[in-house]
């Protein structure tokens, strides 16, 4: 859990810090969001697959607790 909310003044004081740190332009915070939300696709994928390989291989103690 996040201590902080990420609000929408949050995500425009980042992308401000973003351009004038790394002198970066509209499409390059655009192009580094989306790297960004696929970085974290990848890593819910990677999530789901490791819950459902988990649940797989100790399913008989999920289906004793399920009791």
């Known amino acids: 859990m996040s201590a902080k909310s990420i609000t ?3 995500v425009q004081q ?3 810090d973003l351009r004038a740190h790394y002198a ?3 499409e390059d915070v655009r192009a580094l969001g989306a790297r960004l939300a696929d970085s974290a696709g990848a890593r819910s ?4 697959e ?5 649940v797989a291989e100790h399913r008989a103690t999920f289906d ?3 009791k």
Not at 45 to 48: D, F, I, N, Q, Y
């Open 8 to 10: 929408d003044q949050l």
């Open 14 to 16: 980042v992308a401000e």
């Open 24 to 26: 970066l332009d509209d």
């Open 45 to 48: 994928a990677e999530s789901l």
């Open 50 to 54: 490791f819950a459902e390989r988990f």
């Open 64 to 66: 004793r607790l399920a």
